[in-house]
């Protein structure tokens, strides 16, 4: 039997940069067409560091060229030598159905990450509420953890909305932590049930007296909300309602972004006629500008690959160093502001102003 090494995570080193390879050592089924995949480092000795909340973009080999997909990550970091997705196959899913029927313990992919700061950690309350609808709840139960392993004694509130009972994800997890953790308290809210299916919890869709009754406390907390468009809509709705501190208390993840302002191309050179260059450092190509054109689509025309998922300045999957030059950026949360500082700009959503170097 081979022996298992052991080090303290003192002597290993943090995950970083932003590409990294995993491997694959466990799927869980978790619900009807939901799945928890595990990986672990490919590389030796490695723990992995990251915000409880953030994401991380799979590359995923569904075809002749590789597909990119968004998962938030559903473990904690308190639990560092392997990290996890929590992830629902729709009818339509291409990548996450792959991943299904062909991801196994011993398979390895790219992973880009982890991005996003929709967590706690940046965001700290003396008391949360955490609010989730399907596949919505899987950033809540990576801040669960995290919290329920550093700070047992959190204050938190976690209303969770399923089609039924047996779609609950983490349902008898979380029932758990509420018998154990001291401050937190659980609620449940399903649509259908079926004929003979025992349920005490409460049913049909969330509103403003649901969450009252569940959470009487509702407006004293920092809210934060993850599910499908018009399930956070009637979040939104029955919060503002009640006059709660939209602006300062309430935080939503989402992968689809507002509706797009048109682009509007507007460079700053003297010479009208002269098309704007895009130079591709690592690849060594020099291309022109299409009027228009992001960065992303002029790297595509040159054949240049920039990794990009959601393709609309959400995901942060294109993030890209801009060496020289201006661009016009309009992102939708794919990028901190920090990162804009150090010359990072989102290749699918920044337009060049001006001749430009980036790093791809």
């Given at each position: 039997m081979k022996p298992q090494p052991f080090k303290h995570i003192d002597e290993m080193v943090p995950w970083n940069g932003r590409e990294h390879m995993l491997e694959c050592v466990a799927w869980t089924p978790e619900a009807p067409d939901v799945m928890t995949f595990t990986f672990k480092a490919e590389q030796e000795n490695i723990w992995f560091r990251y915000m409880p909340g953030q994401y991380i973009t799979l590359e995923l080999p569904v075809g002749p060229e590789p597909v990119l997909r968004t998962y938030t990550i559903s473990s904690s970091p308190t639990r560092p030598f392997t990290i996890a997705?929590?992830?629902?196959?729709?009818?339509?899913?291409?990548?996450?159905?792959?991943?299904?029927?062909?991801?196994?313990?011993?398979?390895?992919?790219?992973?880009?990450?982890?991005?996003?700061?929709?967590?706690?950690?940046t965001k700290p309350a003396e008391k949360y509420l955490f609010?989730?609808?399907?596949?919505?709840?899987?950033?809540?139960?990576?801040?669960?953890?995290?919290?329920?392993?550093?700070?047992?004694?959190?204050?938190?509130?976690?209303?969770?909305?399923?089609?039924?009972?047996?779609?609950i994800i983490f349902r008898w997890e979380l029932e758990y932590k509420a018998r154990y953790m001291p401050f937190f308290n659980l609620g449940f809210i399903v649509t259908e049930l079926e004929r003979t299916q025992l349920w005490s919890g409460l049913k049909g869709f969330i509103d403003r007296a649901k969450i009252a009754l569940l959470v009487p406390d509702f407006l004293e907390r920092r809210v934060f909300c993850c599910g499908p468009d018009p399930f956070m809509a009637t979040v939104r709705d029955s919060l503002e309602s009640s006059s709660f501190d939209m602006e300062n208390n309430y935080f939503q993840e989402t992968f689809k972004p507002e509706a797009p302002t048109p682009a509007v191309f507007v460079g700053e050179s003297a010479d009208e006629d002269r098309r704007l260059v895009i130079e591709f450092a690592d690849s060594g190509v020099r291309a022109e500008v299409p009027p228009g054109f992001t960065i992303l689509q002029t790297a595509r025309n040159a054949g240049v690959r920039i990794p990009a998922a959601c393709e609309s300045g959400i995901c942060g999957t294109c993030r890209t160093m801009c060496k020289s030059g201006k661009v016009d950026m309009q992102h939708n949360g794919g990028i901190l502001d920090d990162e804009i500082e150090e010359g990072y700009i989102l290749a699918c959503c920044s337009r060049p102003l001006t001749d430009v170097e980036v790093e791809a």
């Open positions: 997705v929590t992830v629902k196959a729709q009818k339509d899913s291409i990548g996450t159905r792959w991943m299904f029927e062909n991801l196994h313990p011993g398979m390895k992919l790219k992973a880009i990450g982890p991005l996003g700061d929709f967590s706690y950690v609010i989730s609808a399907g596949s919505g709840i899987t950033p809540m139960m990576s801040m669960t953890r995290d919290l329920g392993d550093r700070d047992p004694d959190t204050d938190i509130a976690f209303i969770h909305c399923a089609r039924s009972p047996n779609d």
